[in-house]
């Protein structure tokens, strides 16, 4: 099946300073998605991406859907101690089985005050 | 408004018996996912329910997993014959339904140890 590899796996950072995670899949996706996953929650949806070359800022964050399709990136800007969590992505095909999410294995992110 | 709810929250079971996670989407939607996050890994695909057509089951590891959804709403997760590698975390998904924007909102999980 399809497969993501996000990176990095973990990061330490200090508070303020921004930092950058991506994703990148063997195959096309129509849609990329990042969550954050906070202890004992489920994933919550940060920004969504429906377009190829498209670029969406939320906030702090801003994420680029690759104009392969088949890569994005998620950046956080000035950090902040809540920011600490998983971060997923995910793709999502258009077309009969438009529903299935697949996601990457994550990223840890911890802001040290 | 209220989020998709799950319950237990927290199951801890013997191995080889049974148990039943519940989800209780969010009012009006059609579309209802189960999900299972192992530890370190992403979220793994297990079943879909749209509205009254049937669930795509291609995700469900073994036959010792079932899923059903009654009248539309609440869903129930069963598992049989629990065995150590059951042990994850499972996530409940809904969303409004088919459609370009579809989201998928996640429930907090049941966090399932099989001893």
């Known amino acids: 099946g399809q497969q993501l590899n996000q990176s990095p796996q973990s990061m330490f950072i200090q508070e303020g300073e921004d930092v950058s995670m991506n994703c990148t899949s063997s195959?096309?996706?129509?849609?990329w998605l990042w969550y954050k996953q906070d202890p004992g929650e489920g994933p919550v949806l940060l920004i969504a991406?429906?377009?190829?070359?498209e670029l969406t800022s939320n906030g702090r964050l801003t994420a680029q859907f690759g104009i392969t399709r088949k890569d994005s990136f998620l950046n956080i800007s000035a950090s902040i101690p809540s920011d600490v969590g998983i971060y997923f992505c995910?793709?999502?095909?258009?077309?009969?089985?438009?529903?299935?999410?697949?996601f990457g294995k994550g990223t840890l992110l911890t802001v040290n005050p | 408004g209220a989020g998709v709810s799950q319950s237990p929250s927290n199951k801890v079971t013997e191995k080889g018996k049974d148990v039943e996670l519940r989800c209780d989407p969010i009012s009006g939607h059609t579309a209802l996912y189960w999900y299972r996050q192992s530890l370190g890994q992403g979220l793994e695909f297990l079943i879909y329910?749209?509205?009254?057509?049937?669930?795509?089951k291609s995700g469900l590891p073994s036959d010792r997993f079932s899923a059903e959804r009654t009248g539309g709403s609440v869903s129930t997760l069963t598992i049989q014959r629990t065995q150590q590698e059951d042990s994850a975390v499972y996530l409940c998904a809904s969303s409004p339904g088919p459609g370009d924007t579809d989201t998928q909102y996640f429930g907090p999980g049941t966090r399932l140890t099989v001893l």
């Open positions: 195959s096309i996706f129509n849609t």
């Open positions: 991406l429906y377009k190829a070359g």
């Open positions: 995910a793709g999502q095909n258009s077309g009969g089985s438009n529903y299935k999410l697949t």
């Open positions: 329910f749209q509205g009254n057509s049937a669930p795509d």
